[in-house]
């Protein structure tokens, strides 16, 4: 795995998944292995994805500092990786706790961000928690599920002696959207995965000034993604829309079906709209709650020309035609519902795009 040397001296690793520009991600946990991202449900076929070790995980050195691990002094080392990389600016995605890591690097760098995803990001950077009370009220949105009761159970038997490896195994079920064999099998290897000294650290006293945070947030120009699962109990969809306030200019997708690991619950569904939102020539327009993708090329004063591919076919097929059209026109290449980056709906019928 390539490395490189952070601020303190200390040796961080990333792997490179996918090909195409680089997408820096920034795994939560906290300090988890990036493993658990995988290739996020196949976004790595859109971009190259940069998964950041977080010093003491994975194949990064631990520090010589164990305060390093908080959250706010691990900001040096998301610039060191983008000096690293070479790049004037970034595309950087924050899972989870590393939403958190993301957000203080926006602050601190707003300059430096092209653009930002924050996937089922804790909020706690911008002073928007979820508490035990609240995590507790949300998860009985599955209280029709078979396992339920029995998690249940488990939930409001856990205490203060309670060791936290098996908090998270009884916590695991209400994380994702279904709690089927990938689910069971991806949250497996959480234990093995996680710097369980480094954990607590992360989210230690000092770590966050979330009234600075949000004032520092002003001066980000760059778009902000937020995605928020239906089924999540931290955030909820609530929660990640208060988050998305603190932004200038953002954008909330509410993935339905899905918990906090959303590429598990349903891969194509959350490939979508990152990768519409990573991709400069594409936009997005909501036609009756579903969000279509559409791709424009010529000058805004042309007449306009809406091009509408064939069944199995989606807005590329039309980049020949479109770039013809485009000297005399005002082009509309549109993925229909889903097809290629458009939203995937309960019917298929046409959409009036206009």
């Known amino acids: 795995m390539p490395q490189f040397t952070s601020y303190d001296g200390?040796?961080?690793?990333?792997?490179?998944?996918?090909?195409?520009?680089?997408?820096?991600?920034?795994?939560?946990?906290?300090?988890?292995?990036?493993?658990y991202l995988g290739d996020l449900g196949g976004l790595a076929a859109h971009r190259a994805l940069i998964l950041l070790d977080a010093r003491g995980t994975g194949a990064s050195a631990e520090p010589a500092d164990p305060g390093t691990y908080r959250c706010d002094r691990q900001v040096g080392d998301v610039e060191a990786l983008r000096l690293h990389l070479g790049l004037e600016r970034i595309d950087l995605l924050g899972h989870s706790a590393g939403g958190n890591l993301a957000t203080l690097y926006a602050a601190a760098h707003p300059e430096r961000i092209r653009s930002l995803v924050l996937v089922t990001s804790l909020g706690r950077a911008l002073g928007v928690g979820t508490t035990d009370e609240e995590w507790d009220e949300a998860v009985e949105i599955f209280a029709d599920r078979p396992w339920y009761p029995q998690a249940r159970a488990a939930l409001d038997a856990i205490g203060p002696d309670t060791p936290e490896a098996r908090v998270r195994e009884i916590?695991?079920?209400f994380?994702?959207?279904?709690?089927?064999?990938?689910?069971?099998?991806?949250?497996?290897?959480?234990?093995e995965q996680l710097n369980q000294q480094a954990a607590p650290v992360y989210h230690g006293e000092g770590a966050y000034t979330p009234e600075a945070t949000r004032r520092a947030l002003t001066a980000l120009t760059a778009p902000v993604l937020l995605l928020a699962g239906e089924y999540d109990a931290g955030p909820t969809p609530a929660k990640a829309a208060e988050a998305a306030a603190f932004f200038p200019d953002a954008e909330l997708v509410v993935l339905p079906g899905a918990g906090h690991f959303?590429?598990?619950?349903?891969?194509?569904?959350?490939?979508?709209?990152?990768?519409?939102?990573?991709?400069?020539?594409?936009?997005?327009?909501?036609?009756?709650?579903?969000?279509?993708?559409?791709?424009?090329r010529g000058s805004e004063d042309a007449p306009p020309v809406v091009l509408v591919h064939g069944r199995g076919e989606n807005s590329t097929t039309w980049a020949r035609i479109a770039a013809e059209l485009a000297a005399d026109h005002r082009v509309y290449a549109v993925d229909l519902r889903g097809h290629g980056l458009s939203?995937?709906?309960?019917?298929?019928?046409?959409?009036?795009?206009?």
């Open 10 to 35: 200390t040796a961080l690793a990333y792997r490179t998944v996918g090909e195409g520009e680089p997408l820096v991600c920034l795994a939560g946990g906290p300090m988890r292995d990036a493993a």
């Open 171 to 173: 916590t695991a079920p």
């Open 175 to 191: 994380a994702y959207g279904r709690w089927d064999a990938a689910a069971q099998d991806h949250a497996a290897r959480d234990a």
């Open 262 to 296: 959303p590429w598990v619950d349903d891969a194509e569904a959350f490939v979508r709209p990152v990768a519409a939102f990573l991709d400069p020539e594409v936009r997005t327009v909501t036609v009756d709650g579903v969000r279509l993708a559409y791709r424009v």
């Open 343 to 354: 939203d995937r709906p309960g019917s298929y019928g046409f959409d009036v795009f206009r």
